[in-house]
């Protein structure tokens, strides 16, 4: 078969795999790779040091397949029905890309291996290599190069025709395809509808994102205490945060996900936190082993957890933030003793005293003594 009609059957099996959208580059080094080592050295990347110790093989994806010459750049929609709105009491927000039954990478990587075995049947030569965010590849600036869309305002890949409500993933392979035209216009125009949004101020400018100020950042890829400045910012949401998609004026009427893997579960929308905090690992383990949310790990959610526990100050939640003040995990109860002195209620403060007499970590220490300061500031008994 000739490059111009494998191109066009493997369009046309991604669209039956589920990929809404499917565009095709070439296997060149990506522009945005100068961009990435400035984002890297203004030191925007956080706890993420993967991303610097694999530097070097972001600059071209031969090192992700030797001989690469070809990038069928995907995206799957995962836009549910479920409606994601500021709460209240005792429950958080989980942004929707995690609201569904299984792990997103499971899906796609399935979806993935059944469009590299019809690649191979029309070119049994070739080689593949499936991608879904796991490797030194900058698939938003390939999805551009493919023409699936732009980089917008809040780094999102934008979509005029499915918004940013979508995964990105790709096959790589060594046989040579037709090439779409790289999409080179901006439709972002004046709008700062996602800058203004952000509650935690990650974007220094536009087009840049400091992933250590960032709510899904902060919430499932960082390990240690949320830095005290943005753990009110953080509100309601507890794994991931849609707030600069939800005021984009590209994602108001983009057509919801028909896959049922990512239909929204009502258990998850929202989150009901103080059963969190019953959980051992084995029950977490449970639970979300094979769901987004395990990337957190259990003293990643539960440290989320006590943070949106605080910032409602719902007294409902004052016995799991109790029995989260005695946890196993320093990173729990500290956060938990945070949340505490979020309250003005006195037996918060007793809980708080009671703890100090027997802690031994020094950050949990320095967090119940904040947040005794807090209260006797507010004139607490």
Same mark, same amino acid.
């Given at each position: 078969?000739?490059?111009?009609?494998?191109?066009?059957?493997?369009?046309?099996?991604?669209?039956?795999?589920?990929?809404?959208?499917?565009?095709?580059?070439?296997?060149?080094?990506?522009?945005?790779?100068?961009?990435?080592?400035?984002?890297?050295?203004?030191?925007?990347?956080?706890?993420?040091?993967?991303?610097?110790?694999?530097?070097?093989?972001?600059?071209?994806?031969?090192?992700?397949?030797?001989?690469?010459?070809?990038?069928?750049?995907?995206?799957?929609?995962?836009?549910?029905?479920?409606?994601?709105?500021?709460?209240?009491?005792?429950?958080?927000?989980?942004?929707?890309?995690?609201?569904?039954?299984?792990?997103?990478?499971?899906?796609?990587?399935?979806?993935?291996?059944?469009?590299?075995?019809?690649?191979?049947?029309?070119?049994?030569?070739?080689?593949?290599?499936?991608?879904?965010?796991?490797?030194?590849?900058?698939?938003?600036?390939?999805?551009?190069?493919?023409?699936?869309?732009?980089?917008?305002?809040?780094?999102?890949?934008?979509?005029?025709?499915?918004?940013?409500?979508?995964?990105? @993933?790709?096959?790589?392979?060594?046989?040579? !395809? $037709?090439?779409?035209?790289? +999409? &080179?216009? =901006?439709?972002?125009?004046?709008?700062?509808?996602?800058?203004?949004?952000?509650?935690?101020?990650?974007?220094?400018?536009?087009?840049?994102?400091?992933?250590?100020?960032?709510?899904?950042?902060?919430?499932?890829?960082?390990?240690?205490?949320?830095?005290?400045?943005?753990?009110?910012?953080?509100?309601?949401?507890?794994?991931?945060?849609?707030?600069?998609?939800?005021?984009?004026?590209?994602?108001?009427?983009?057509?919801?996900?028909?896959?049922?893997?990512? @239909?929204?579960?009502?258990?998850?929308?929202? !989150? $009901?936190?103080?059963?969190? +905090? &019953?959980? =051992?690992?084995?029950?977490?383990?449970?639970?979300?082993?094979?769901?987004?949310?395990?990337?957190?790990?259990?003293?990643?959610?539960?440290?989320?957890?006590?943070?949106?526990?605080?910032?409602?100050?719902?007294?409902?939640?004052?016995?799991?933030?109790?029995?989260?003040?005695?946890?196993?995990?320093?990173?729990?109860?500290?956060?938990?003793?945070?949340?505490?002195?979020?309250?003005?209620?006195?037996?918060?403060?007793?809980?708080?005293?009671?703890?100090?007499?027997?802690?031994?970590?020094?950050?949990? !220490?320095?967090?119940?003594?904040?947040?005794?300061?807090?209260?006797?500031?507010?004139?607490?008994?």
């Amino acid at each position: 078969m000739s490059p111009d009609e494998i191109t066009k059957r493997i369009k046309q099996n991604a669209n039956e795999l589920g990929f809404q959208l499917c565009g095709i580059c070439p296997a060149i080094s990506p522009p945005g790779a100068a961009r990435l080592d400035e984002w890297l050295a203004a030191g925007y990347g956080g706890q993420m040091h993967y991303i610097a110790d694999r530097r070097e093989a972001y600059v071209d994806p031969k090192h992700v397949l030797e001989g690469v010459q070809s990038l069928v750049m995907l995206g799957m929609m995962y836009h549910g029905t479920g409606e994601s709105v500021p709460t209240t009491g005792t429950v958080g927000r989980v942004a929707r890309y995690a609201q569904g039954t299984v792990d997103y990478h499971n899906v796609i990587r399935e979806r993935l291996h059944s469009l590299a075995d019809s690649l191979r049947e029309m070119a049994p030569k070739a080689t593949t290599r499936g991608v879904v965010d796991t490797a030194p590849l900058l698939e938003r600036e390939f999805a551009q190069m493919a023409g699936l869309g732009w980089a917008g305002k809040n780094t999102l890949l934008l979509s005029r025709h499915a918004g940013s409500y979508f995964f990105l @993933a790709a096959l790589l392979t060594d046989a040579t !395809l $037709e090439y779409d035209k790289p +999409f &080179e216009a =901006d439709h972002c125009g004046t709008c700062t509808a996602c800058l203004d949004a952000c509650p935690t101020d990650a974007f220094p400018q536009p087009y840049v994102l400091d992933a250590s100020r960032c709510i899904s950042y902060l919430t499932i890829e960082l390990r240690d205490a949320v830095p005290s400045e943005l753990r009110e910012g953080i509100g309601d949401w507890v794994f991931g945060c849609d707030v600069c998609q939800e005021v984009c004026p590209w994602n108001r009427d983009v057509p919801l996900s028909e896959e049922p893997n990512f @239909a929204p579960q009502s258990e998850l929308n929202p !989150l $009901e936190l103080p059963p969190l +905090f &019953e959980m =051992d690992e084995s029950d977490f383990r449970q639970r979300f082993r094979h769901t987004p949310l395990w990337r957190a790990h259990r003293r990643g959610l539960l440290r989320s957890a006590a943070i949106v526990l605080g910032n409602q100050r719902d007294p409902e939640a004052l016995p799991a933030l109790m029995k989260g003040l005695n946890d196993e995990e320093p990173l729990v109860r500290g956060a938990a003793a945070w949340a505490l002195g979020q309250f003005d209620i006195a037996e918060a403060r007793l809980q708080l005293l009671n703890r100090q007499q027997r802690e031994s970590d020094e950050s949990v !220490l320095m967090e119940i003594q904040h947040s005794l300061g807090h209260k006797l500031n507010k004139n607490q008994p």
